[in-house]
């Protein structure tokens, strides 16, 4: 069966600190590997990575995808409270639409 | 910029309410889905269409039903809602294998 399993499952933090999350997976012939950032409402979309591109950056965050190992981490440097909230990952098997998610691990940050 | 649009942002029914959910996605998307959003279990899919009319179950299918007529609708029911059927109800849509893009969910309470 297809998994995805993501840890720590909570984490808190002081603003300035570096953190790391990881996403680890199962699936049958992997497409490629979300990660969303989810406050109060919808999530949204941070990065997507394939074997095509396995390595992605936006300011402070950034995430590589090791599909030797069948994983992936999310980086965040220098923390800030608005960086406070769930970060979900979701893997896709090859040949259809649908994406697994994993149960996302919750960041708080403090001031 | 996407925007799904998600009817009810809170919900309130009784056990047995027949309930519908409504989404609406302004893109043109070919791919919408339902998902519930449970604390410790995730995201979970409960079905996604991929054209007007087509539909195909996901992980937890049971005890809801859903409808696409037009494009850019796509309807959730809970035919017999159960005090189980308590959750986080959250729509999405994406272009074929692209990243999904979120409503910003309803949640909703069987009594």
């Known amino acids: 069966e297809d998994k995805v399993v993501q840890s720590p499952l909570s984490l808190v933090v002081h603003e300035g600190d570096t953190v790391t999350l990881n996403c680890s997976y199962e699936?049958?012939?992997?497409?490629?590997l979300l990660w969303y950032k989810q406050e109060k409402k919808a999530p949204t979309f941070l990065f997507m990575l394939?074997?095509?591109?396995i390595e992605k950056k936006s300011g402070r965050l950034s995430s590589i995808l090791d599909k030797k190992e069948l994983s992936s981490i999310l980086n965040i440097t220098a923390t800030q409270t608005g960086d406070s909230a769930i970060y979900l990952c979701?893997?896709?098997?090859?040949?259809?639409?649908?994406?697994?998610f994993g149960t996302g691990t919750r960041l708080k940050v403090l001031a | 910029d996407v925007k799904v649009t998600q009817s009810s942002r809170y919900l309130v029914k009784r056990t047995g309410e027949k309930v519908f959910l409504e989404c609406v996605q302004d893109?043109?998307?070919?791919?919408m889905f339902w998902y519930r959003q449970d604390p410790g279990l995730g995201l979970r899919l409960i079905y996604f269409?991929?054209?007007?009319?087509?539909?195909e179950k996901g992980d937890i299918p049971e005890g809801y039903s859903v409808s696409r007529e037009k494009k850019e609708r796509f309807s959730l029911i809970l035919e017999s809602a159960s005090t189980n059927q308590t959750s986080m109800y959250l729509c999405?849509?994406?272009?074929?294998?692209?990243?999904?893009?979120f409503g910003d969910g309803t949640r909703l309470s069987i009594l």
């Open positions: 394939t074997s095509s591109g």
């Open positions: 699936v049958t012939n992997f497409r490629s």
């Open positions: 893109m043109d998307h070919e791919n």
């Open positions: 999405a849509s994406s272009e074929e294998y692209q990243p999904q893009h």
């Open positions: 979701a893997v896709a098997p090859s040949g259809t639409y649908k994406y697994i």
């Open positions: 269409s991929y054209d007007v009319k087509m539909k």
